[in-house]
């Protein structure tokens, strides 16, 4: 199963609840996908009441490596849970930007997060310096050997390869340099986990739109997307949804 994976980021009031229920509505058919919306945090338990029994589950965008406590304006796995999340984004690289996280707090959040019962999605990805000067496979590796914690079951999180400088900006890595990469990170759960490392879905997520999306899922090792902008538009994520490959 493809999983497609909103992210609203800082998006969204009340009113956009009637995206997601669009969303829902027109993708209800589509039950091969995994389908879900991380939207803020503000909207989570709304947004879960409104998408009940649509199929489409919701997920938070971080959480807190602790359950509760003194953390003033963070939110933790317990209460996204709480609030009717079955997934969440750790580590995305506006995180690991605007607020310096590093892979060693993405691991205990993605550990906080499958404590809570949530399912986490592990983010790595280069800058274009980093990709210019060749280092982009040994840094997405390192970013990976520490985020993901050592005693994560695989089948009980998934990764999502962004390179940062995909993000927001309509510029996609080719169809090689995907492959190459969600080969190379294959390679490494393989090593990790044995067999069991091929049931990690691998995301890939940067500018996936409508008319990129169906060529960027049927790559070998992409298991979905993590959709930013066009995850706004029901009509976008819905299409995006629809290119989607069949399990065979
Ligand atoms: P984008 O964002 O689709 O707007 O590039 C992707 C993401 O940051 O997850």
């Known amino acids: 199963m493809q999983m497609i994976i909103g992210n609203w980021k800082m998006n969204g009031l009340q009113a956009s ?3 997601a229920r669009a969303f829902a509505a027109a993708t209800s058919g589509d039950t091969h996908v995994i389908r879900t919306i991380c939207p803020p945090a503000t909207l989570l338990l709304p947004m879960a009441e409104a998408l009940q029994g649509s199929g ?17 304006g963070d939110i933790s796995a317990v209460m996204l849970a709480d609030s009717g999340a079955s997934f969440v984004i750790v580590g995305h690289s506006e995180r690991r930007t605007d607020h310096g996280e590093s892979s060693e707090l993405v691991s205990r959040k993605a550990l906080a997060a499958a404590g809570a019962g ?6 790595v990805g280069e800058t274009r310096v980093q990709r210019e000067a060749g280092a982009a496979t040994s840094i997405v590796l390192e970013q990976l050997s520490v985020s993901i914690p050592e005693n994560l079951q695989p089948g009980s999180f998934s990764i999502a390869y962004e390179p940062v400088w995909a993000i927001g900006t309509g510029l996609v890595a080719s169809p090689d340099d995907i492959a190459a990469m969600h080969a190379t990170i294959r390679d490494m759960l393989l090593a990790r986990y044995g067999e069991a490392g091929r049931t990690v879905a691998i995301l890939y997520g940067g500018s996936v739109k409508p008319d990129n999306a169906a060529t960027i899922l049927r790559i070998d ?3 979905g997307a993590l959709v930013g902008g066009a995850s706004l538009k029901a009509i976008e994520l819905v299409a ?7 399990p065979v």
Request: hydrophobic share 35%; charged share 15%; with cysteine.
């Open 56 to 72: 489409v589950s919701t997920g938070g965008q971080d959480c807190h490596e602790t359950a509760s406590g003194a953390h003033t």
């Open 221 to 223: 090792n992409v298991g």
């Open 240 to 246: 995006i949804v629809q290119a989607a490959r069949r």
């Open 17 to 19: 609840l009637d995206e």
């Open 118 to 123: 949530l399912h986490p999605v592990i983010c």
